[in-house]
């Protein structure tokens, strides 16, 4: 077996041993509003629930040379978004909304995806999504290097949720009806594949 020290590995060879071990990874689609009032979509993959009792998420949104992405300047300053998760349905959609764009154009209008109005929060989600969830931001740290902050790790509480009727029943959400995908690495993704089960001990 091969073994690393980490702090003798690149920023990129950490990020790829990383992305290649750590997976599947489930995949967020953010919105935000930037005090201009622009709608900001962005996915991302260092995502996961963080508590069920409240029902509180998390997001790492990395810097980019020591600078905010605009997801994580907006959620500060607004301290509202909504989480959106990723489907075979509209994966594609969501990807092109990946693309750098400056803090005055919108990836939701780039890729053509429909705002829906939120009930506790003033920024809109998308209607592409099966399952979305209104969020406000709970935490808040920087990460990373001493002088200049890695990445934006960003706690939020779940306050509504919205999910197609079709793919919720007695409390449960019907997983093949999701169809949720996820990130592997590289431009590689996964759908649920095989299901099985395993009883848990007593």
Same mark, same amino acid.
Do not use: M, W
């Given at each position: 077996m091969l073994s690393?020290?980490?702090?003798? +590995?690149?920023?990129? &060879?950490n990020y790829k041993f990383l992305i290649g071990s750590i997976i599947p990874r489930p995949i967020a689609f953010v919105t935000t509003r930037s005090k201009d009032g622009v709608l900001n979509g962005a996915p991302f993959s260092y995502f996961n629930i963080v508590s069920s009792n409240p029902p509180m998420i998390s997001l790492s949104i990395q810097r980019s040379g020591g600078n905010q992405k605009d997801t994580a300047r907006n959620i500060l300053?607004?301290?509202?978004?909504?989480?959106?998760?990723? &489907?075979?349905?509209?994966?594609?959609?969501?990807?092109?909304?990946?693309?750098?764009?400056?803090?005055?154009?919108?990836e939701v209008q780039l890729a053509n995806l429909t705002p829906a109005d939120s009930v506790k929060v003033a920024v809109p989600g998308v209607k592409e999504a099966k399952v979305r969830m209104?969020?406000?931001?709970?935490?808040? +740290?920087?990460?990373?290097?001493?002088?200049?902050?890695?990445? &934006?790790?960003?706690?939020?509480?779940?306050?509504?949720?919205?999910? %197609?009727?079709?793919i919720y029943e007695n409390g449960r959400i019907d997983a093949e009806g999701l169809a949720a995908v996820s990130r592997l690495a590289g431009n590689?993704?996964?759908?649920?594949?095989?299901?099985? %089960?395993?009883?848990?001990?007593?």
């Open positions: 690393f020290d980490p702090a003798r +590995l690149s920023e990129r &060879d300053e607004s301290r509202e978004f909504v989480v959106h998760i990723v &489907d075979e349905h509209n994966v594609d959609k969501i990807n092109q909304t990946a693309a750098s764009l400056a803090p005055d154009e919108s209104e969020c406000v931001l709970e935490h808040t +740290l920087e990460l990373g290097g001493e002088e200049t902050p890695g990445c &934006d790790f960003i706690i939020g509480k779940v306050v509504q949720y919205h999910i %197609e009727k079709g590689h993704y996964a759908k649920i594949g095989e299901v099985f %089960e395993i009883q848990r001990p007593k």
